[in-house]
């Protein structure tokens, strides 16, 4: 069994959501963590994770909202965040790669939902792009674990998250040709790592360019196993105890 451990599994995206979790369960990916990023997509987290047991949400804030969100959002959040099924603030971060012109904004963000994660003692799911070395800084402020989603760092990066105790998300960008993460991933142990799609984005291969979905959690796992050597299965128990300890699901 597999957990597609970020994805976006909203109505923006999917206009049949009990058919991508069939899909998903025919290729044993039977748990999905959705992640919020804005007021609507976190209220819609609310709503679907009461209706599937294997459903996890988490709610934040993204980056690329630092200049327009609403204090209100954030009220909403702490509001939601014993809510069934939710299990982390995120995702939340700095994007510097979209967002250059709005650093001090994203930074007073990143804070407050870090401050909010710290004291419902609450797992973070982070975004960091093009922002490492502030990520670094800010997130050691705080006594947190969590995510380093989308992670595409080098070797370096890895193990100053890792120390941190911090675990990689590993999603479809592992598998492109141009991709140099796969060998970062040859020299860390498989308990520092889990699988996530990012879904409706980047699809990993052999389908890429399509629109991704949780089910695909099964081509990184083929995708890793056979460049790292490990059996399938040994990934997935592997990422779930992972996941376990990052998340207590
Ligand atoms: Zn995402």
Not at 91 to 110: A, N, P, R
């Amino acid at each position: 069994m597999l957990t597609d451990s970020h994805c976006h599994l909203s109505n923006e995206y999917y206009e049949d959501i009990e058919l991508i979790i069939n899909n998903a369960l025919e290729n044993k990916v039977n748990r999905y963590i959705t992640s919020g990023y804005d007021q609507k997509s976190n209220e819609e987290i609310v709503v679907i994770t009461n209706r599937y047991d294997n459903l996890y949400g988490t709610l934040g804030i993204h980056p690329h909202s630092a200049l327009d969100y609403n204090e209100s959002w954030l009220e909403y959040i702490k509001k939601k965040l014993d809510h069934k099924n939710i299990i982390a603030v995120g995702e939340i971060g700095l994007d510097y790669y979209y967002g250059k012109e709005t650093k001090d904004e994203q930074k007073v963000l990143f804070h407050k939902m870090l401050k909010l994660a710290e004291e419902r003692k609450k797992a973070v799911v982070i975004h960091s792009r093009d922002a490492t070395e502030d990520t670094i800084n800010i997130l050691k402020e705080y006594n947190l674990k969590g995510v380093i989603h989308s992670f595409s760092g080098s070797y370096e990066t890895a193990q100053i998250y890792i120390k941190m105790g911090y675990i990689l998300g590993i999603n479809g960008t592992v598998t492109f040709k141009n991709s140099k993460l796969i060998d970062v991933l040859k020299r860390l142990d498989l308990e520092n790592i889990i699988l996530e799609t990012d879904c409706p984005y980047l699809t990993p291969e052999p389908n890429r360019g399509k629109k991704n979905e949780p089910k695909n959690i099964l081509d990184i796992a083929k995708y890793l196993s056979k460049e790292l050597k490990i059996p399938i299965e040994e990934i997935a128990l592997q990422t779930e105890k992972n996941i376990q300890r990052t998340f207590d699901i």
